[in-house]
């Protein structure tokens, strides 16, 4: 076991719902879901976007692609065109996900 | 009935590249090319031209485009299913017939799809109790009523399979939503009915995993570096059976990658609940589906399940939330951050001399390059030079356009390095508030029209 960010082997897309955005994340081995699925709660992910995420957070899962899905509300600077940030879809929030560091 | 259907997706949004369609039609076997010119913004911009221009208020990309490859499209047999008619398809109708007259090309049929279009029609909605309250936080459209844009209904894939069967090569709609470019064409050569839910489930994955063009070919894949020649990134192609099952692949010799790994990125794109994908149609639930790789480029889903469609379809109202200006110059190391952020306070000190405050949530201080996309993720070091963005919105557009004249003058009278101002002053432009709301089906009727030259 060593600590490893989620980078080295998973993978991620973002993008936009309304003033919120999704992030999904998925891996390639059974074992390795079971360790996103331990580490990456809804709690875990909530505090490592409280810089970008203002409201709260969902979980989904989808076993069939070994991924989970996260709904981040608030997240936008309002969403679509009355966003002001300059990534105001969250094209770069599945990348800050992956920053996350685990044990592996 | 054909055993096999490829319908490409050449567009992914309003503002792809041109080469994605024309590299479709020309580089390989297509059988039908599918393109999406829309946005939520869109349809507003549209509105206003058509506002201006009666002939106005479509896709003019989609001419300019279609201008490249129409003799090839027409010579090969290939359909093109687009929702390029934005607010006017009868306009887009009229260019394509004219395009087509000047190509020389005979026997073309173009139809159209109308009825998504109700903002003339809203007044009357709301008279019959139809309250289109906003979806996200349940205010009734009268908040807003004086300041809406544009209102359309998302039509889906059962009206492009009628314009198919009317035989029409060319298919125009307004609002059609992405998937039903796909599973359109899939529900007119498999003859599949309004009850087939798990083959309708299967088209309207199809549709969603091709409706981003190349971002289900290695565009905006995590693993990049596995992603050969970016340069000539084949666009998707939906190779689809009768029985719902379909292969994700593009031609061969093109560029980018398909594989279990790109294609499940894609699926999880702007995902909710993947359980429960509502559309139009059907509702597809996204865990059913069976993901394998079967062969190079390759990979086949199959066993999607699906349900019932709701009693509603979705409807995207766009209105004038007030004005905003985001203006930004770079400011040179040493203490790019440090100094950023003093030019930052200047701003606003400034403004306020003269009497014009933000509130907190008008307003947005963001410093490229020290970690602005992930805040509070990633630390930021000490960057030789960083571009400071600085922005605000209200209602007053004055206050707006105020903002815009003290950027500039930050160059001469701020700390030193500041440049890279080559934009001008940042100028008020109008903030389009999007308003997603439900009306009954019974509400909306959708016509088809088919033209020929």
Same mark, same amino acid.
């Given at each position: ?39 990456? @709660?809804?709690?875990?992910? !909530?505090? /490592? ?6 409201? +709260? *957070?969902? %979980? ?25 940030? @300059?990534?105001?879809?969250? !094209?770069? /929030? ?6 996350? +560091? *685990?044990? %592996? | ?453």
């Amino acid at each position: 076991m060593a600590k490893v960010k989620l980078a080295s082997f998973a993978w991620a897309r973002s993008g936009d719902k309304g003033d919120g955005s999704n992030v999904g994340i998925f891996v390639k081995s059974k074992a390795d879901y079971e360790l996103i699925k331990k580490a990456l @709660t809804v709690e875990a992910v !909530k505090r /490592h976007f409280h810089g970008i995420c203002k409201g +709260e *957070v969902t %979980r989904y899962e989808a076993e069939n692609m070994l991924a989970l899905n996260f709904l981040l509300r608030d997240s936008l600077g309002g969403g679509g065109s009355e966003s002001l940030k @300059t990534d105001a879809q969250g !094209k770069t /929030h599945g990348l800050a996900l992956l920053e996350i +560091e *685990v044990e %592996r | 009935m054909r055993d096999k259907v490829l319908i490409g997706y050449g567009q992914g949004f309003w503002g792809d590249s041109i080469l994605g369609p024309v590299r479709l039609v020309r580089e390989g076997p297509l059988d039908y090319l599918a393109l999406d010119y829309l946005a939520e913004v869109t349809m507003s911009i549209m509105q206003k031209q058509k506002g201006r221009n009666p002939k106005a208020g479509y896709a003019t990309d989609f001419v300019t485009m279609l201008a490249r490859v129409l003799p090839e499209v027409h010579r090969k047999g290939i359909k093109v299913i687009a929702n390029a008619g934005g607010v006017n398809p009868g306009a887009c109708l009229d260019a394509v017939l004219d395009l087509a007259r000047k190509q020389g090309i005979k026997g073309l049929k173009v139809g159209i799809i109308e009825g998504d279009d109700i903002l003339t029609r809203i007044p009357d909605l709301l008279q019959g109790g139809h309250p289109l309250a906003n979806m996200d936080d349940g205010r009734a459209l009268s908040a807003v009523q004086s300041q809406i844009l544009s209102a359309n209904v998302y039509i889906g894939a059962f009206a492009v399979a009628e314009c198919l069967k009317q035989g029409a090569q060319i298919v125009i709609g307004g609002r059609l939503t992405d998937p039903a470019l796909v599973a359109g064409p899939m529900i007119h050569e498999f003859g599949w009915g309004p009850q087939d839910w798990n083959k309708l489930a299967s088209g309207t994955m199809a549709g969603h995993i091709a409706e981003c063009g190349a971002q289900c070919t290695g565009g905006n894949f995590t693993d990049w570096r596995a992603v050969k020649d970016f340069v000539r990134i084949g666009y998707p192609i939906i190779e689809a059976s009768p029985d719902g099952t379909f292969v994700v692949t593009k031609h061969e010799g093109t560029g980018g990658l398909i594989n279990r790994e790109t294609v499940i990125s894609q699926l999880l794109y702007e995902m909710g609940d993947p359980n429960r994908y509502l559309g139009p149609d059907c509702t597809a639930d996204f865990t059913s589906a069976k993901i394998e790789e079967v062969g190079k480029d390759r990979v086949r889903l199959s066993g999607i399940k699906g349900g019932p469609a709701t009693d509603t379809y979705k409807v995207s109202i766009s209105y004038l939330n007030g004005f905003k200006a985001v203006g930004q110059l770079t400011v040179s190391g040493p203490d790019a951050v440090e100094k950023a952020k003093l030019c930052a306070e200047i701003v606003w000190g400034r403004l306020a001399l003269d009497g014009c405050t933000f509130e907190a949530h008008e307003k947005i201080v963001e410093i490229v390059g020290s970690g602005v996309c992930h805040e509070g993720v990633v630390k930021a070091s000490n960057p030789p030079e960083v571009v400071l963005r600085m922005g605000v919105k209200c209602s007053d557009e004055d206050k707006v356009d105020r903002f815009g004249m003290e950027i500039v003058p930050l160059v001469t009278s701020g700390p030193p390095g500041v440049t890279g101002f080559a934009g001008g002053r940042p100028k008020a432009t109008d903030i389009v508030g999007y308003w997603p709301a439900l009306l009954r089906k019974d509400q909306v009727k959708t016509r088809v029209r088919v033209e020929e030259t």
